[in-house]
């Protein structure tokens, strides 16, 4: 145990001690975008917090007198939907839930794919039969395997929580398996092994943080692809189903009234745009504050 | 080179039947019984017995996988729990309708793409370049089936320029055209985005490497270093993201069929999806992800011949 630590003691020294986070955030901040970006996550995310103090309604609360009023009417600055309901509550109600999707989904994916990734990388048995079921998984284009699962196990918001970890896995799986393989020959690794850690203690304390940079632009990028294929899901019936206060499931609800409302429908994709672009942009950014050399295009 | 296409139509073959093998199974363990959706809602245990043993659904799993099989190398892909129409023939006769529109979706994207791109490389930092770097930022970020029913309501609703939906015409009449426009516009608006990016970059990582340096030094004119010189080599990875793209442009197709009422692919999987009929579930998500491995084979296929430094072997 003790040759162990003193060894773990030995190469933590070793590394640099700069503060990377210090560095990266700095770099963030430079960049334009990437700010303007981190401002509207930190817009939503406040908005989905506090969403019962700063709307006067409830998400489904029906007002059958005041129905279809424009944008800016008096009381519901967003105007009202066809039920009557406040666009404004709707709206921070369905932050709550783009944001709940986008993470738990994110998270699951990137568990079950670091998972993946770390045994396929570090036992060469398992390596073949996981990247296989890998490429099998990335065999289906897009938002495709999404649907084949929401198929399997019926039309739900949790169904397409589901769907989109699963979808999440390969790519994350392929990120790490990448990172362990170019590091595991590396002498400090040796040294662990050698001194006698374990397995476990190797792959967590010192394979995993070497993933963290590439795991961190590919979560934020997954974010962006989470929300908006949770909305095309709920706006083909296939996730979230109405009367929920989901974006997707509003413009759909919406479109009956494109005519004489089209607000209904234009406010929800407004607000899929702003997230999914801010998190696009702070991927980017993270991308070149981290890694710049780095593929996240799968 | 003839043996990395052989290896890798032998390695397709296994994805192919890993694919079918996930998608049987998938739909194998879904909840619900088969026979009951068959059957509707009025039959009795008799009735859903009778229907368990025609269609052979209490036979072991792996028995049925292998009929399966069989049946899919005749053509055979089994018979819609619905409607019992040939899950082939609904597949043929709507399969055109999203070959059409993903290819005009594909030509939207690639010539906005790469010209995008390549004026923004040309006139880096320029207003041009700006505008055209936000577009394709706003471009990957936008829904799409948003964006379809916003194209709607500006050309269709408020103008009436153009049909609200469907792609019933020949593409080459005046009509078809006309009810292309916009189905095109919406899928293929993303993959521009993303091509314009790609072509940017690539462009200016050459334009940037010694040998365009050279040539210059050596008196090339500027018209045939850029689109000689420079765009040959910085073609490459677009290509890679053309063809990456075109997996996602087929999932797309799935969404815009439905913004625009279109009788496609898409249309008939959604359908088949809400209503649990398994068959067409199988025969169209098996026949999208085939042509994406294949599409994907290919244009691996056509590295190879354009930049002969990329090797397989």
Redesign the interface.
Known sequence: MSAVTETEKNINTEKKTTNRFVEVAKSLMKNK?SLIGIIIITLIVLVAIFSPIITSYGPYEQNLERTKLGVGSEGHFLGTDNYGRDMWSRIAHGAIISLLVGLSSVGIGLFGGIILGLLAGYYRKLDSIIM?FV??LF??????LA?????????SLVNVVIAISIWSIPGCARIVRGSVLSIKNQEYIQAMKTVGASDLRILLKHVLPNCTAPLIVYGTMRM?TAI?ST??LS????GAQPPTAEW?AM?AAG?DF??DA?HI??I??IA??LT??AF??VGDGLRDALDPNMDV?N | MIGMIVRRILQLTF?LL??SF??FM??H???GDPATVIGGPNATSSDLEAIRDKMGLDRPVLVQYFDYLGGILQGDFGYSYQTNQAVTEAIITRFPTTVKLAVASMVVAVLIGIIAGIISARKQNSWVDVTSTTFA??G???????LG??L??IFS?NFQLLPVGGLNSPFYTFEGMKELILPAITLGTASAALIARMTRSSMLEVIRSDYIRTAKAKGVRKRPLIWVHTLKNAMIPVL??IG?N???????T??TE?VFAINGIGRL??D???A?D?PI?QGT?LL??AI??VVNLIVDIIYTLIDPRISYD
């Open positions: 975008l296989r490429d099998l065999a289906f284009p897009g938002i495709l649907m084949l699962i929401i198929a399997m196990l019926g039309t962006a908006l909305s095309a706006y083909l019936g296939l997707g413009i479109q494109m005519w089209p429908s234009i929800p994709g899929i745009m999914v672009f696009n942009v295009n | 994805l890993g694919i996930l998608v998938s739909m363990l879904a909840p930022l706003v990957v970020s936008i829904p799409n089936f948003w029913t916003i709607i309501l609703v890679t993201i990456i075109f997996g996602s442009l087929l999932g797309g799935i969404v439905q999987m959604i088949a999806i809400a649990r398994f579930v998500v999208i992800a994406f491995v």
